[in-house]
């Protein structure tokens, strides 16, 4: 089955980096877009960033120029790096694909940004 799991979540300070993973498995990682979202408690998930088959990627506005997705297909791993965190970046951080017809969440990782 399809199995998402993420890791790299953390306590930073503001201004810090951290690199997040999704190690991906069940699926033909390499043909699929992956995504990461993001939640904080009592709000909507919100896209992040993406990652077509083609490494194309888009950003959302709040990201763009701070973070950046990658994929490696060798290791059907998607990553997300961050830097110039900021307080708001605090959430918990999921990975997600539509794969066979459904759409497949990770557990998520927390990331927060305080001095």
């Known amino acids: 089955q399809v199995q998402l799991v993420e890791s790299g979540g953390g306590l930073v300070q503001p201004g810090g980096s951290l690199r997040l993973s999704c190690a991906a498995s069940g699926f033909t990682f390499s043909s699929y877009v992956m995504k990461w979202f993001r939640q904080v408690a009592g709000k909507e998930r919100e896209l992040v960033a993406e990652?077509?088959?083609?490494?194309?990627?888009n950003y959302a506005n709040s990201v763009k120029g701070r973070f950046t997705i990658s994929r490696d297909n060798a290791q059907n791993t998607v990553y997300l790096q961050m830097i110039s965190l900021k307080p708001e970046d605090t959430a918990v951080y999921f990975c997600?694909?539509?794969?066979?017809?459904?759409?497949?969440w990770g557990k998520g990782t927390l990331v927060t940004v305080s001095s």
């Open positions: 990652i077509d088959s083609s490494s194309r990627t």
């Open positions: 997600f694909t539509r794969a066979r017809l459904r759409n497949h």
